[in-house]
C-alpha cells in the first residue's frame, strides 16, 4: 500500500507558483513519521515529565533538608523551560511542524507572540497599580494596590469558611467524633510503645481515616461513634486473632475496650475546639502537602502570614493584604 | 514575479456544467429556501449576511434614534413631582429612574448591535465573502460548508440577543465592564444571553477570519501573486487575521464572565481578590483589534471604489498593501488607551506613546488615495460619493483621535460625547459610508441590476449632512464636558443636543431613500452590463450576476487590478473609454490582451 | 487519477475526489491544514486568558498560589500529564498507520487514544474534581475550605477550575473527534491517500496535550 504522493499530486502549492507549473519549491504533503521517530519523541517527552517533577522535588528537598529556599524564579524557569521544550517536540514531531509548510509554523509563532504582548502589557498595568512617583508623592493619595482580600459580606471568604467549620467540631455530634478519634491514636501510639506494630498500624490508620476531612466534614458523623467504634476495633481484633496475631488480637481487644469505657463528658471538659482545629489542619496538610514543608500548626501559619479578618478594608481592598514581593 | 502566461487547466468533470447565473431558482419557492438554506456558495452565503445584517443595522438604528429621541429634552422632576422631558418611561412615572432605565437598555442595545451584528462582520461576511474569491480568481472560499455554518451561527448569536433583548434588554453598555455585568439584574438569565450571544459571535467571526486566510494563501488564480491581488484582497486578509488571532480571547473573557456571574469565581471581583480592570484589558484586547477588523475592509473598498472611478492606477500600492497588515501589526499594543482612567501610570504613558505609531500607516493610506485622487479622471457617482464622504469624515475621526490618544487630553475628554462622536466617525462615518459605496459600487455585479444613480446620489448627499449635522455637534458637547450615557443634560447642551437629534432624523430619511433605491433596482431595475465603471478587476471579467462557479475556465491573471493607464477595462469600447493612454498617444491596450503585463 | 475512477468495489477513500475549486487533492490538503492550525492559534489564545489570569494572580499572590499548588497531588498531575502523552503517541501511530494502510493497527491506536482520553477525564473527575470540591477546596464565594492560609486562595481554585474545566471540555471533544474518526476508519473512509481528517483530530489531540503541558507545571509543580 505504499503511497507516493508526487505520482497521484502532480501539483502541489506553492506560494509563487500557484500552479506547480515550475515545480521549483516544491514540498512533500504528505510526510510519513516513523514508529521509531515517534517512540523515540514519547520516550523523551515522558523523560522530561519525570525530570520536571524531580526538579520541583529537589528543591523542596533542599529546601526541607538544607533550609536553603532558592530564588523563586529557578523553580519558575526551570518548570517552564521543560514544557517549552516539550511543547516544541510534540508541535515539531507529533504535528509534523517540522516537515510541513512553513507558513503552519508562521501562524503559531504569530499566535504565541500575540499571547505575549497580551501577558506584557497587561502586567505591565497590574504589577504597576501601586507605583507612586517621588516627583508627585506629595499630591497623591496612593489608592488601591491591585491586591485584594477574598470577602464575603465583609468577612473574608477563608476566614468564614474556618470559622463555619469551627462550630461544625463544636457540635456534639462532631465533639464526640473527634474525642473518639483521639483515643483510637492515643491507643496506636500505646500498641506502638508497647511493640504491637501491627495493631499500632491498624489504629492508626482507622484514626487516618476518622481525622480526614471528608469524615469529619463531608459526612457528618453521628452520634454513637463511641460503641461503633469500639465494635469496629473488636472486629479487627477477631480478624488479627483468625490471621494467628494473638498478642496484637488482645492489644486491639485492650483498645477497644478503653474507647468503649471512655467517659465522654469527663473527655469532653478537657476538649479544645482551637486545639482540635489546629490537630486537623496539621493533620490535613500533612496529609496533602506531599511535597511541601510541614506546616506546624493552621494558627500559626495564619499569624506568620498576617490573616486576620481585622485586615480587610471596607472595599474589599485590602491595603494590609500579604506583600508581592519577591 | 514569475511568468504569468500558461495554459489554463481544464475544469474538473463535476466542476463544469454550471453556467447559469447563481440567482436561478431551481424550482419552486420551497426548493429555493432549500436551495438557499443550504448553500455553500460564497455568493449566496454573501447575500444572506448582506440581508441579515442590513436587517440588524435597522434594529440597532431603532434603538439608535430612540436614543436621540431621548435626548431632545432634558429630564426633570417639577416642584409637583411630575417629570418632564422623559420621552420613554411610565406614563404617570414618579420615580425617574424607570424611564432611566430604559435609556440604558436602549443605548446598551444599540452598541451591542452595531458592533457586534452590524460593524465587525459588515463588510468581511457580506461583500467579502462574495467578492474576495471572485477577485483572486477561486471558484468559491477554502471551506465553503465552514462558511455556511459561519453564518448560521451569526444567526444563532443575534437570536440570543435578540431572546436578551425580549427578556428586558441589558444595560451594561455593550463593552459588559465589570462591575455592571455581574450586579445588574444579578437573579436574571438576560446578561448571560447577552454575553453567550457576543461569545457566539465570535465564533462565526474566527470562522470567516480563517476561512479568508486560506483562501487567500492556497486559491489564487495563475498569474495571482501577491501583490496581484487587489486592495480589498490585502484589506480583507489584514482584518481576517486579526480575526483570528483577537477573538478567542473575548471567548474566554465572556465565558470567565459567564462563570463570574453563575458560580462567582471572582477572577473580576475585587471583594473576592480579583481585579475588574483585569476585565478591561481581557475586553479591549479583542476589541481593540477588532475596531481595525471593523475599519480595515472598508478601507479596502475605498481603494477599490476609488481607483476604478478615478480610472487611474492607484498611488502607492505596495504601501496601501503593507500599511493594512501594518495596522493589524500595530492593533494588538493599543488596547490600553480605551483604559487611561483605570490603569497604572507607567502603563498608560506607555499606551499613549504606542497608540501613535497607529497614525502612521492610516496616514499613508490617507496620502496616497488623496495624491490617487490627483490629476484624475473622476466620475461622479454614488460609489465615489460615499468614497469622497469617507475621505472627509475619516479624516476627522483619525485626527479627533489623536486627543484621546494623548494621555493628558484624554483624561478631560475621557467617557465625554467627544469619544461618542469620534467613535461614530470612524465607525459609521468610515465602515458604513464605506460599506455604502461598495454596496453601490458592486450591486449591479451582484444582482445584475442598474440601480438609480440620481436618487442614489441623493441619498448620499442627505446621509452625509445629516450624519455631520448628528455628530459633529456632540464633540462640541463633549468638549463643553456633557458625558457620554446619560438620559439627562444641564440646560446649556439644550440646542446642541436637539441639532444632533435633528440630523439623526435626516440620516434616517437618507437611509430610507437608499432602501427604495435598492428595493426598486431589485424590483424594476434594468439589467445591469457586466462592468459598468470600467474596473479592471477579476469580478468585471465575468457576467452580471455571476454565474455559479464564478468562472467559465479558470482565469489567468496577466495584469494588475488598476492598469488603467495601459488596460482597456473588459468589455468597453475603446470609443467610450475616457482616458487616452497620455504615454502611448493613443488608446489602451485590450484587456486580456496575449502579451504578459511587465 | 486512476484512484479517482469510481469503481463500486473500491473503498471511500480510493473514489475520494477533492473538492472541485482546489486545483488537486494535495492542495486541499495543504489548505485544511492550514485552516485547522490557524484554529489552532485561536484555541491557544482562548487559553491564554486562562495563562494571563494565573500570571496576574500569581505575581500579586504568591503565597496564596504556593498554598494552592501545594493541596494539589502531583501524582495525579503527572500521571494525567503521562496518560495524555501516551495518548498523544497512539494517536499519531493511528496516522502512520493510515498512512500505510495497516487499518486493524490504526483503529487500536484509536481505541487506545480514546481509552486514554477517558482515563484523564476519570482521573480527573473521580480523583481531584470530586474529592476537592466535597471538602470545600472550590472557586470563589463557593469556597469551604477551613484550613486556608492566605485570603487569596479561593481566588487560586477559581483558576484551576477554570484552566482545569475548560481543558477538560477539550478532551471531552477531541474524544468525539476521535470516535468519528474510528467509526470513519473502520468504515473504510480513510486510507493512504486520503486521511485529512485523521491528521487533523491528531492535531487538535496534540493541542489539548500541549495546554496539558503547560498547564500541569504552572498547577501543580511551581510554588
Known amino acids: ?326 | 514575479m514569475a511568468a504569468h502566461t500558461h495554459a489554463s487547466h481544464a475544469d474538473h468533470a463535476h466542476g463544469g456544467g454550471h453556467h447559469g447565473s447563481y440567482l436561478e431558482r431551481k424550482g419552486g419557492l420551497l426548493t429555493t429556501i432549500w436551495d438557499w438554506a443550504t448553500t455553500v456558495d460564497h455568493k449566496k452565503i454573501g447575500v444572506m449576511y448582506l440581508f441579515a445584517i442590513l436587517f440588524m443595522f435597522f434594529l440597532g438604528g431603532v434603538a439608535a434614534l430612540a436614543v436621540r429621541l431621548e435626548l431632545f429634552e432634558p429630564v426633570r422632576v417639577l416642584a409637583d413631582g411630575k417629570i418632564t422631558g422623559q420621552f420613554f418611561g411610565p406614563a404617570d412615572a414618579t420615580n425617574i429612574n424607570a424611564g432611566n432605565n430604559i435609556y440604558n437598555r436602549l443605548f446598551t442595545l444599540h452598541g451591542a448591535i452595531m458592533v457586534f451584528m452590524v460593524i465587525v462582520p459588515s463588510v468581511p461576511a457580506s461583500l467579502g465573502n462574495f467578492f474576495l474569491p471572485i477577485m483572486i480568481g477561486a471558484k468559491d472560499v477554502a471551506f465553503p460548508r465552514l462558511n455556511l455554518l459561519s453564518w448560521y451561527v451569526y444567526v444563532l448569536g443575534s437570536i440570543f440577543a435578540v431572546c436578551s433583548i425580549i427578556l428586558g434588554g441589558v444595560d451594561t453598555g455593550w463593552t459588559f465592564y465589570t462591575p455592571y455585568s455581574t450586579t445588574t439584574d444579578a437573579d436574571h438569565i438576560k446578561v448571560v444571553f447577552m454575553v453567550l450571544s457576543a461569545f457566539i459571535l465570535g465564533f462565526s467571526s474566527i470562522l470567516t477570519g480563517l476561512n479568508f486566510v486560506v483562501t487567500i494563501h492556497k486559491l489564487r488564480a495563475p498569474g495571482m501573486g501577491w501583490f496581484d491581488m487587489p486592495l480589498f484582497c490585502w484589506a480583507v486578509y489584514s482584518s481576517a487575521i486579526i480575526q483570528v488571532l483577537a477573538t478567542p480571547v473575548i471567548g474566554i473573557t465572556l465565558l470567565l464572565l459567564a462563570f463570574e456571574r453563575i458560580f462567582r469565581i471572582g477572577i473580576f471581583d475585587p471583594a473576592l481578590g480579583g481585579d475588574p480592570v483585569l476585565y478591561q484589558h481581557f475586553f479591549w484586547f479583542y476589541s481593540h483589534p477588532v475596531v481595525y477588523v471593523m475599519i480595515l475592509p472598508g478601507m479596502g473598498i475605498i481603494s477599490e471604489v476609488l481607483a476604478v472611478h478615478a480610472h487611474k492606477q492607484i498611488f502607492g500600492y505596495r504601501a496601501i498593501a503593507f500599511s493594512s497588515l501594518g495596522i493589524a501589526a500595530v492593533s494588538f499594543i493599543v488596547w490600553g488607551h480605551h483604559m487611561f482612567t483605570s490603569m497604572s501610570e507607567l502603563a498608560s504613558a506607555v499606551f499613549s506613546a504606542l497608540t501613535f505609531l497607529v497614525a502612521i500607516p492610516t496616514a499613508v493610506k490617507m496620502f496616497n488615495w488623496i495624491v490617487t485622487l490627483y490629476k484624475s479622471s473622476i466620475s461622479i457617482n454614488a460609489p465615489m460619493l460615499y468614497v469622497l464622504a469617507f475621505l472627509f469624515l475619516f479624516a476627522i475621526g483619525g485626527l479627533t483621535g489623536l486627543p484621546l490618544g494623548t494621555l493628558s487630553t484624554d483624561l478631560h475628554l475621557h467617557d465625554s460625547y467627544f469619544v461618542v462622536a469620534h467613535f461614530h466617525y470612524v465607525m459609521m462615518g468610515g465602515t458604513i459610508m464605506a460599506l455604502m459605496a461598495g454596496m453601490h459600487h458592486w450591486w449591479p455585479k451582484m444582482f445584475g441590476k442598474a440601480y438609480n444613480e440620481k436618487a442614489a446620489m441623493l441619498g448620499c448627499v442627505i446621509v452625509f449632512i445629516g450624519f455631520n449635522i448628528t455628530f459633529m455637534t456632540q464633540f462640541f458637547l463633549g468638549t463643553q464636558g456633557m458625558p457620554r450615557r446619560y438620559a439627562s443634560y444641564i440646560d446649556e447642551f439644550h440646542t446642541l443636543h436637539q441639532w444632533s437629534t435633528i440630523g439623526s432624523g435626516i440620516i434616517l430619511i437618507g437611509f430610507l431613500i437608499h432602501l427604495f433605491v435598492f428595493l426598486a433596482s431589485l424590483a424594476v431595475g434594468r439589467k445591469a452590463e457586466q462592468n459598468p465603471w470600467g474596473g479592471l478587476t477579476l469580478e468585471w471579467t465575468i457576467p452580471s450576476p455571476p454565474i455559479e462557479h464564478n468562472f467559465e475556465h479558470e482565469p489567468i491573471v496577466k495584469h494588475g487590478p488598476y492598469d488603467f493607464d495601459s488596460v482597456l477595462p473588459p468589455t468597453w469600447d475603446p470609443a467610450d473609454y475616457p482616458v487616452p493612454n497620455p504615454s502611448a498617444g493613443g488608446r489602451p491596450a485590450v484587456a486580456h490582451s496575449p502579451e504578459p503585463k511587465d | 487519477m486512476s484512484t479517482l475512477s469510481s469503481s463500486s468495489g473500491k473503498s471511500f477513500w480510493q473514489r475520494y475526489v477533492h473538492a472541485s475549486h482546489f486545483r488537486s487533492a494535495a492542495e486541499e490538503f495543504d489548505a485544511v491544514k492550514l485552516g485547522f492550525w490557524l484554529f489552532l492559534t485561536t484555541e491557544v489564545l482562548l487559553f491564554g486568558g486562562i495563562f494571563c489570569a494565573y500570571f496576574i494572580f500569581r505575581t500579586l499572590y504568591p503565597d496564596a498560589w504556593r498554598e494552592g499548588s501545594h493541596l494539589l497531588d502531583w501524582r495525579l498531575g503527572g500521571l494525567n500529564t503521562a496518560v495524555l502523552l501516551i495518548s498523544s503517541y497512539t494517536m499519531a501511530m493511528s496516522i502512520y498507520c493510515v498512512q500505510k494502510g495497516y487499518f486493524t493497527r490504526a483503529k487500536w491506536n484509536l481505541f487506545i487514544t480514546l481509552l486514554c482520553g477517558a482515563a484523564f477525564i476519570f482521573i480527573k473527575i473521580a480523583y481531584e474534581y470530586i474529592p476537592k470540591w466535597s471538602v470545600g477546596k472550590r472557586p470563589g464565594a463557593l469556597f469551604d475550605y477551613p484550613f486556608a492560609e492566605h485570603a487569596q486562595l479561593p481566588l487560586w481554585w477559581s483558576v484551576y477550575y477554570c484552566g482545569t474545566s475548560i481543558h477538560a471540555a477539550h478532551v471531552l471533544i477531541g474524544m468525539v473527534l476521535i470516535a468519528r474518526v474510528l467509526y470513519r476508519t473502520h468504515k473504510g473512509y480513510y486510507g493512504p491517500t486520503h486521511y485529512t481528517m485523521v491528521e487533523v483530530t491528531g492535531l487538535y489531540w496534540h493541542l489539548v496535550d500541549l495546554i496539558w503541558i503547560f498547564l500541569f507545571p504552572l498547577l501543580y509543580l511551581i510554588h
Open chain 1, 1 to 326: 500500500m505504499s503511497h507516493s504522493p508526487a505520482a497521484n499530486s502532480p501539483e502541489v502549492f506553492d506560494e509563487v507558483d500557484p500552479h506547480g507549473q515550475h515545480h521549483y519549491g516544491q514540498h512533500e504533503s504528505h510526510v510519513i513519521v516513523g514508529p521509531f521517530m515517534l517512540r523515540s519523541v514519547l520516550a523523551v517527552l515522558l523523560l522530561f515529565t519525570v525530570l520536571t517533577v524531580g526538579f520541583a522535588q529537589a528543591e523542596i528537598a533542599i529546601q526541607n533538608w538544607f533550609g536553603y529556599e532558592l530564588p523563586w524564579w529557578v523553580n519558575v524557569v526551570g518548570a517552564m523551560s521543560i514544557a517549552t521544550i516539550k511543547s516544541i517536540l510534540v508541535m515539531a514531531i507529533f504535528m509534523q511542524l517540522r516537515y510541513d509548510n512553513p507558513i503552519n509554523t508562521v501562524a503559531m509563532l504569530f499566535c504565541f507572540f500575540a499571547l505575549g504582548l497580551f501577558l506584557l502589557f497587561t502586567g505591565l498595568d497590574l504589577f504597576t497599580r501601586g507605583t507612586i512617583y517621588d516627583f508627585k508623592a506629595g499630591q497623591v493619595v496612593k489608592g488601591g494596590t491591585g491586591q485584594g482580600v477574598a470577602t464575603a459580606n465583609g468577612v473574608p471568604i477563608a476566614d468564614a469558611a474556618r470559622d463555619r467549620f469551627k462550630q461544625l467540631i463544636a457540635t456534639p455530634e462532631v465533639k464526640e467524633h473527634l474525642i473518639v478519634t483521639n483515643a483510637v491514636r492515643a491507643a496506636a501510639e500505646d500498641a506502638a510503645v508497647h511493640g504491637q506494630p501491627a495493631a499500632a498500624a491498624a489504629l492508626n490508620a482507622m484514626a487516618d481515616r476518622m481525622m480526614d476531612l471528608h469524615a469529619v466534614k463531608v459526612h457528618t458523623p453521628e452520634a454513637g461513634q463511641q460503641n461503633r467504634t469500639a465494635a469496629e476495633i473488636s472486629r479487627m481484633a477477631d480478624a488479627m486473632r483468625s490471621a494467628g496475631n494473638a498478642a496484637g488480637a488482645d492489644t486491639l481487644a485492650a483498645a477497644a475496650k478503653s474507647i468503649k469505657g471512655l467517659n465522654l463528658a469527663e473527655a469532653g471538659a478537657s476538649y479544645s475546639v482551637e486545639a482540635e482545629f489546629a490537630r486537623l489542619a496539621a493533620f490535613a496538610h500533612g496529609g496533602e502537602h506531599h511535597h511541601a514543608p510541614i506546616v506546624s500548626t493552621a494558627n500559626e501559619s495564619r499569624a506568620r502570614s498576617g490573616l486576620s479578618g481585622a485586615l480587610t478594608t471596607e472595599s474589599g481592598r485590602g491595603t494590609h493584604a500579604p506583600a508581592a514581593g519577591h
